[in-house]
């Protein structure tokens, strides 16, 4: 192992359980957002800089629907970290190249697709609810990063179930 | 059909035990052990050449091949 992939994994199980508390700490934000939304007028819209007389009439539904998404996210996002720490865990244990390893990347890959496919909601929800009085620019554009990520995911996959498989033919060789 | 392995008859035969072959041919108790009882799945060369050196043997004398095994194998 080359002295900085033993030092990535070294840092690896205190980052990843240290974003797991931050997107926790991410949702919990969101639900009580979108929970105190229901309760008090123009919460949380007018505090985040929203113009209500200029904004799209659907801006509250739509906004407590990103709220919504922004969870879905974080549900996700929490299934990857899981399972990201399990394959660490693996490696620091010195074998890998399990079946469970492969089913956690390709559960990681998909993650990494749906994420994708909710931050195109949200942009979509945003274009929607923009008018000329009251832009909004939420989601961002194209980014070819989180595709090429889902492609090395599903490849990764593919080597790892290499492994398992070479693993297991020298399991019991002396 | 089986591969068998007649490691406790060479080292009986030699008046040596397992550990000793373990210490003499640089390979665990472990994997001798696994050898012994039937339970490997393959055997590297380099690994035969050392337990026929050690024990003075020829590849036959150690490995067999049983075309009509015991029931339950």
């Known amino acids: 192992m080359t002295r900085s992939s033993a030092q990535a994994l070294a840092v690896a199980?205190?980052?990843?359980?240290?974003l797991t508390v931050l997107n926790l700490l991410y949702a919990a934000g969101i639900t009580l957002l979108l929970a105190s939304s229901f309760f008090r007028p123009d919460w949380p819209?007018?505090?985040?800089?929203?113009?209500?007389?200029?904004?799209?009439?659907?801006?509250?539904?739509?906004?407590?629907a990103i709220m919504v998404i922004g969870l879905v996210g974080a549900a996700i996002v929490h299934l990857i970290l899981r399972r990201l720490l399990a394959i660490v865990d693996t490696v620091r244990g010195g074998n890998p190249f399990i079946p469970d390893n492969v089913r956690r990347l390709q559960a990681i890959a998909w993650g990494v697709l749906?994420?994708?496919?909710?931050r195109w909601m949200v942009a979509g929800i945003s274009h929607a609810l923009s008018t000329a009085t009251q832009p909004m620019h939420m989601g961002g554009g194209f980014s070819f990063a989180p595709w090429l990520s889902v492609l090395l995911l599903f490849v990764l996959a593919g080597v790892f179930t290499q492994g398992a498989r070479m693993r297991d033919d020298l399991e019991g060789t002396v | 059909m089986t591969i068998t392995v007649r490691l406790d008859d060479l080292l009986h035969a030699r008046r040596m035990t397992l550990t000793e072959l373990a210490a003499r041919v640089d390979i665990t108790l472990a994997n001798l052990s696994i050898l012994k009882t039937g339970k490997a799945k393959a055997i590297r060369f380099s690994t035969l050449e050392a337990i026929c050196a050690a024990l003075e043997c020829q590849p036959g004398e150690l490995l067999g091949f049983d075309a009509d095994p015991p029931a339950g194998q």
């Open chain 1, 45 to 64: 819209w007018v505090p985040l800089g929203y113009d209500m007389h200029a904004a799209h009439p659907g801006l509250p539904l739509g906004l407590r």
């Open chain 1, 114 to 118: 749906c994420i994708e496919a909710l």
């Open chain 1, 13 to 18: 199980r205190p980052v990843i359980q240290a």
